[in-house]
């Protein structure tokens, strides 16, 4: 077999990715957002084939993309008018041979098996690159926790516990919150699993502080997304000091994002939810970022609610006849997409480079589309994948995991000096596999590669199971 080049920065596929991707989609029709992620992996993992041919004979690839178990399982529950409601509950237990299933649970109406199994898949290689021991895994449900009641939004959490229950434990399957999982979910969550197990153990992780939780954990995929950009920046003797930068969404990982700009000297001037936009050309600095927090976590408003307490700023109302977000039009030197998958397509990302952004580092997960990303490699760009750059909130739930199991408490400076360092190592690991494999620079294809080849080789050593 002859050596190619990575080609995630190419417009068409070779013929060992359409091959393959001809056998996925077969096996997994309509599937849009799960084939998208395996596409994204493969296209960076011929010239890897090619240069170790083991991978082929133990037929990793076709090994890999196939989760080790998904189940759906129903989850009734009853409102506070007294009327039963059932949603569908999910687990994909991924892949587990660096170590146990690790993986968020989102609670969210667009939920279904082909996002999870999208969003299990990219966990496996995101859990890898964190240099700890976790493997990959992902669940959730379409039940909405928005304009619930606490109480029905405890008794859902607890009948959806009172299955998963029987498949997870610290050990094995060990989750974490996702979009519409926050600490409220997770605690009564693990309240009913301590009731039904009668053990009090590292099973969930967004845990609160008082109960187990880690220092950090919050801030910690908004603060991994911002170091490594800095990482990516540092390679080109540059930093985020005096940058304006761009950042979707207004949840946890954009709030958090925003901080860490703010400490490092950079200017953010845009934030979103699914209402629309704001621009604030003056930056959203710590105290309006104060304020934007008690919107969305304690009052949980609507982002254009802003201008009516900041005057200077703008809201854009969201506009489905728009086949582009004119917010990624805004000028602007980096932009951190942090809401949701394939939000920046093509039009978004071209924007972005006609206006001035060299670093989309990424907090969502696959938040570009395929066509963006190419935008960005062929561009040349500081390109940070979500895999890497958003992998800071599975390293802190590892670190959360090691100080359960010692029971121990580290202070939020050991953390997030843990943190800081394992996005380090991330960066490093995407630059090292892009060199070594003759891409270098790209590291869209050098995350593909590092997270790969670390679960490859272990799947080869543990045998065909």
């Not at 992620?37 to 037929?59: D, F, K, T």
């Not at 670093?359 to 696959?366: I, L």
Request: one cysteine or more; a negative charge; glycine letters at 12%.
């Amino acid at each position: 077999m002859t050596t190619t080049a990575c080609c995630n920065s190419t417009t068409s596929d070779s013929q060992f990715v359409q091959d393959f991707m001809g056998q996925v989609r077969a096996r997994n029709p309509h599937e849009t957002e799960f084939l998208q992620a395996v596409h994204e992996v493969v296209s960076s993992l011929e010239i890897v084939m090619n240069r170790r041919p083991q991978y082929v004979s133990g037929n990793i690839l076709k090994r890999i993309v196939e989760p080790e178990r998904a189940f759906q399982f129903r989850v009734p529950w009853v409102n506070d008018a007294g009327e039963v409601e059932v949603n569908r509950g999910f687990r994909v237990e991924f892949n587990s041979a660096i170590g146990p299933y690790k993986g968020g649970l989102r609670f969210h109406p667009s939920v279904n098996l082909s996002i999870l199994k999208f969003l299990g898949f990219e966990q496996v290689f995101k859990n890898s690159l964190t240099t700890l021991p976790m493997g990959g895994g992902k669940g959730g449900s379409d039940f909405n926790p928005k304009g619930k009641s606490d109480g029905e939004v405890m008794r859902f959490c607890q009948s959806f516990m009172s299955e998963l229950f029987r498949h997870i434990g610290p050990d094995t399957d060990i989750p974490a919150g996702d979009i519409g999982v926050g600490g409220r979910e997770i605690g009564y969550m693990f309240g009913e699993y301590k009731k039904l197990t009668n053990t009090f153990v590292g099973v969930l992780t967004g845990r609160g502080l008082e109960w187990g939780g880690s220092l950090i954990r919050p801030e910690a995929t908004g603060y991994g997304c911002v170091y490594f950009a800095s990482e990516m920046l540092s390679t080109r003797g540059e930093s985020i000091e005096g940058k304006t930068c761009l950042v979707s969404g207004s949840g946890n990982v954009a709030q958090y994002t925003c901080e860490k700009i703010n400490e490092l000297g950079g200017k953010v001037v845009t934030l979103s939810d699914s209402s629309g936009w704001i621009y604030d050309g003056d930056g959203i600095d710590a105290a309006k970022l104060e304020w934007v927090m008690k919107l969305k976590n304690q009052r949980r408003g609507r982002i254009g609610e802003y201008v009516e307490q900041f005057s200077n700023a703008e809201f854009h109302e969201h506009d489905d006849s728009l086949d582009h977000n004119p917010m990624w039009a805004v000028s602007a030197q980096c932009a951190f997409p942090s809401a949701t998958q394939n939000e920046v397509n093509a039009i978004d990302a071209s924007n972005m480079l006609n206006n001035g952004v060299s670093v989309v580092s990424e907090g969502a997960n696959m938040p570009s589309t395929p066509e963006a990303q190419t935008l960005f490699v062929d561009a040349g760009i500081l390109y940070g994948p979500a895999k890497a750059a958003n992998a800071g909130g599975v390293a802190v739930s590892g670190l959360e995991m090691a100080q359960a199991s010692q029971r121990l408490f580290w202070t939020r400076e050991e953390v997030d000096s843990k943190l800081k360092n394992i996005m380090k190592d991330i960066h490093a690991q995407c630059l090292g596999a892009s060199k070594e494999f003759g891409c270098e620079g790209n590291y869209l294809d050098g995350s593909n590669i590092a997270g790969f080849v670390k679960v490859a080789d272990a799947m080869l050593a543990q045998g065909v199971v």
